[in-house]
């Protein structure tokens, strides 16, 4: 087999250690493997990067091993060509595992250009995608503290939710700090712990803007029992969502100024329906605005996981099911989806009715958001601006077909349909 890279070093990393096995040429050509053991501190990796440029070594590949790579990565950037390896595509064989075989088959791989390096993007880059996907992160946590306060309103038969769109609105948010602080004078002595009609009616008179035209059903969803213990949660909840929100907002004042030089990208992507200010950013910092690195649309969606899997034997196809990819890209992108499929008059809107009808929403919902990253492929590669193929595409595309389908329908009815085109 040909060598094409004749000094090259394999690395298996771990949480303390890496071990690693570098292979230089002899005198007559043939490879000598030398295999060494660091720690992973950054004085340890130091030592590691000086002993391969004493070597001569060009090439270092490791895998992708939870985030103990990016130690390695930070230190070796910049002075050897790095190869992030996925580790389910560099499987040893079953049986006789060892940290130094694992090290030794990735050097062997890599020395015969058997490894195809995953997309690492630069380190700005990666900064903006550890902010960005902290702030997601914050965004669920704070999701999931509202919906455990609505757990503890239910549990004290306080149905608020069942009235109002969103727990944490203004109005929301005065009723609950009126159930905290005992707004009422039943709350105020503590006399009892069930909140009749008089304290109800003066919960919801906290209501204000259109929710005060729902003050029957909310007078009624108030009334439940409200206890001290209800009361001490509901203010713990409350001061989570707070605290959450501060930190989301200071995550989106960083990544605004991270996002500056490329806010023209953010505003091209934003034309496209079911694209918000945020998903914007996700696609700029997961996939980047330099488009080179990806050859057609095909292999950025692949990359991100958003077509249809390849699983084949025997002339059968066994599977198309799609593959992890990059999972903040593809869960952002989903989400887009569905904020697509909601909107009128657009193509995406069409798409994702047409394929809902056959093949349900979820399936419906990755394949718009497939057509989504490949708009936004072609925007970010051309510097176009994103133009609407309207909500008739598919019916123009196949007019005729559809006419005659419509028409069979009528008269199958017991019509007779002659169809006359307009002026």
């Known amino acids: ?7 090259c070093c394999g690395l298996d990393v771990h949480k303390r250690t890496v071990v690693a096995c570098l292979v230089t040429p002899r005198a007559n050509g043939t490879p000598q493997k ?5 720690d992973t501190m950054t004085a340890d990796l130091l030592a590691l990067a000086d002993w391969l440029e004493a070597a001569a070594c060009t090439h270092v590949a490791l895998e992708s091993t939870s985030a103990y790579w990016k130690p390695v990565w930070n230190v070796l950037e910049g002075s050897f060509a790095l190869l992030l390896v996925n580790a389910q595509h560099v499987k040893q064989v079953p049986g006789r595992k060892t940290d130094v075989r694992d ?7 890599l020395r015969h250009g058997l490894l195809r390096a995953s997309f690492v993007p630069e380190k700005p880059q990666r900064e ?18 509202v919906q455990r306060l609505e757990k503890t309103l239910e549990g004290a038969n306080i149905k608020l939710a069942a009235v109002v769109t ?3 609105g203004k109005s929301s948010r005065q009723i609950l700090a009126g159930l905290v602080t005992g707004a009422t004078s039943a709350c105020e002595t503590g006399a009892t ?5 008089a304290q109800a009616a003066a919960l919801a008179d906290l209501a204000a803007g259109r929710l005060r035209a729902k003050l029957p059903a909310l007078t009624k969803a108030l009334e439940g029992r409200f206890g001290a213990h209800h ?17 989301i907002d200071r995550l989106s004042q960083e990544i605004a100024i991270r996002l500056q030089p490329v806010e023209a990208h953010l505003e091209q992507l934003d034309a496209i329906p079911g694209v918000g200010r945020r998903t914007a950013e996700v ?8 488009m080179a690195r990806f050859p057609t649309a095909k292999h950025l969606a692949s990359w991100a996981g958003l077509c249809p899997g390849n699983r084949e034997s025997a002339g059968k196809r066994l599977s198309g099911r799609t593959r992890k990819g990059n999972t903040a890209l593809r869960s952002a992108l989903v989400e887009a989806a569905h904020a697509a499929g909601r909107t009128k008059g657009t193509y995406l809107a069409a798409q994702f009715r047409r394929l809902s009808a056959r093949r349900g929403a979820k399936k419906a919902a990755v394949a718009v958001g497939h057509s989504i990253l490949v708009i936004a492929y072609h925007l970010l590669r051309d510097g176009t601006v994103y133009q609407d193929l309207g909500d008739t595409y598919f019916d123009q595309r196949n007019r005729a077909q559809l006419e005659r389908r419509l028409v069979q329908r009528l008269e199958a009815l017991g019509n007779t349909v002659t169809v006359t085109p307009a002026a």
């Open 128 to 145: 903006l995608r550890d902010v960005l996907r902290y702030r997601t992160e914050k965004v669920r946590d704070r999701s999931r503290e």
């Open 166 to 168: 969103d727990l944490t």
């Open 34 to 38: 030398v295999i060494r053991t660091f």
């Open 231 to 247: 009361r001490f949660l509901v203010a713990e909840h409350l001061t989570q969502i707070d605290g959450l929100e501060e930190t």
């Open 193 to 197: 712990e069930t909140t009749g009609p």
């Open 283 to 290: 696609i700029v910092a997961e996939i980047g605005t330099d």
């Open 1 to 7: 087999m040909d060598v094409v890279h004749e000094r």
């Open 103 to 109: 090290c030794e088959w990735l050097a062997d791989l």
